[in-house]
């Protein structure tokens, strides 16, 4: 547990075992109030401040309102904590039916407490606590003749160990209690489409869907497809089916089970969206016309629950074996770990992307065809989930915005045309 006091870059850092002791404690003599010393160490700049453990009193006067402590007794505690490397850093004390904002009181208590032991920026944590248990706490230090308060910092691994877990949970009572295929394999899909809407930017949207083009062609029915919010100009629906133009997609994901066996299949379906045909025209950005942009490579990959396969060899030596447009650039497999593919893209010199729509397209081909796999790179498994999120919204960031689209192009199928300019 981690607390940040930004004004002056001061940290906390307690550990959860001494923390839980102090919520028993404080609860342990509700109604009346409670309370102790800290122990803990300094890092070498003196920034931040590790408390590992709580020192109970010996002597104390507790009461609804009251909690007087006195130090007697505990010289070989200290002795022993000194041989350890720790020294005293602060107090605790409980607020029972309170808030942990502090008294005038505790402000009087810390100013005595710095001047009796000579301690700098001494350490009081406040617990807030009623008859179901402990509601808030806050830390604080003495510093310049005031008590400022630390906020609690974010743990970012126990954030994502959470969000793993929930998803994991998720997939799994899938797994278990949908039996027809069919419809578990709809409900995993809906798990991730739901997941990636609600943590992508609002710039992306996610659906299960079809990829057209400009002549007609359209691709596999795509398990998840990532595509632009904002320059989409239509999604056609149609008879349950949605269908969205090839320049929108950032990228394409088929969902399985199980990765065994799939690999191969991930791979074409994902190709069928890469070989449609692309326009690309000028677009207007902060109100200057731009010229029309390269296109841009389309992120492809598969997400499973599990696998299967005893050893990730297998996969790796299935994605080296992908070519062209069939490559898989990630994936996650839930159980066992996310992956990315690095890639060699050797393009022959004097070939680059131009203007030209048609030589863009001759271009982004010859990249996917140069790809030669570089490294293949699994994370842990215990937080498969969300390293693959950050690696998409890495990519995808890598990408930037979609080529506009060519609107006119999609109009000669019905003989019409429109102005593009105003």
Known sequence: MRYYLASDDLYIEIQASVFNQIQLQAEGEYPNENG??????????????????????????????????????????????????LRYVGEWHSHPNGTSQYSSTDLAAMVDIEKEVAIENPLLLIVGVRSDGLRTHTFYCYRNNKLLEYKKMIDLRELFHGLQEQMQVSLNINRKYIEHP????????QHWIGFLRTYLPDRYKVDKAIVIDSTGNVSEQMDVVIYDAIYTPFIFKQDGFIYIPAESVYAVFEVKQDVKGNIEY???KIESVRKLK??????????KTMDARPLTKIIGGILTTTS?????DTIIDQLQKLEGLQTLDMGCLCDTGSFYVDY???????????????DNRKYIELVYKSRTVKEIEFSDKDVSIFTFFLQLVSYLKSIGTVAAIDINAYLKAINAKIDEDI
């Open 308 to 312: 299967t396969y005893s050893k990730n």
């Open 182 to 189: 069919g419809s578990k394999g709809d409900a995993t899909e």
């Open 266 to 268: 991930a791979a074409k």
């Open 344 to 358: 060699n893209e050797t393009i022959p010199k004097g070939i680059e992307p131009t203007n030209n729509i048609e």
């Open 36 to 85: 102790g010393m800290l122990a803990g160490r300094y890092s070498v700049d003196r920034h931040t401040v590790y408390i590992e453990k709580a020192v109970v009193p010996v002597e104390k006067l507790t009461g609804r309102t009251t909690f007087k402590r006195s130090a007697n007794g505990l010289k070989k505690v200290w002795e022993q904590l000194a041989k350890d490397g």
């Open 278 to 287: 692309r326009t690309s025209i000028e677009m207007v950005a902060s109100g």
